[in-house]
């Protein structure tokens, strides 16, 4: 588009259209999704359960992106970082320092990853 002064002017981006809202059934499993994540973020469980919770979570963020699923696994990443960091601190030998600041990273990686595809 042109203006009077002959300058170019992109059009305006169409507004993103609003959400559909959930149906009662989607409505509900958004409310189990949301519990759960919030059981990772709380580190509910031993580790074995969380990386199983996890996995679903990764399997119906593909399934329903709606539910904001990729968003919670990021802060879940982040506060299993942040209790392996505890750890850390804690360990005493080499070698379990090693392994701790491992997983940190891969944790870390993983919400970065996430996070990209968010922007």
Known sequence: MTTVEGQEVAPAPAPAPEPRPLSAELQSLKGVVDAMLDELRRGAGDRDKRRQVEEWMKALADKY????????????????????????????????????????EAYLDKAAELGRRER
């Open 65 to 104: 992106p709606e539910f904001g699923i990729e968003s919670g696994l990021r802060d879940y990443y982040l506060a299993e970082a942040g209790r392996m960091r505890e750890e850390f601190t804690r360990a005493e030998e080499l070698g379990e320092k090693l392994a701790i600041g491992r997983s940190i």
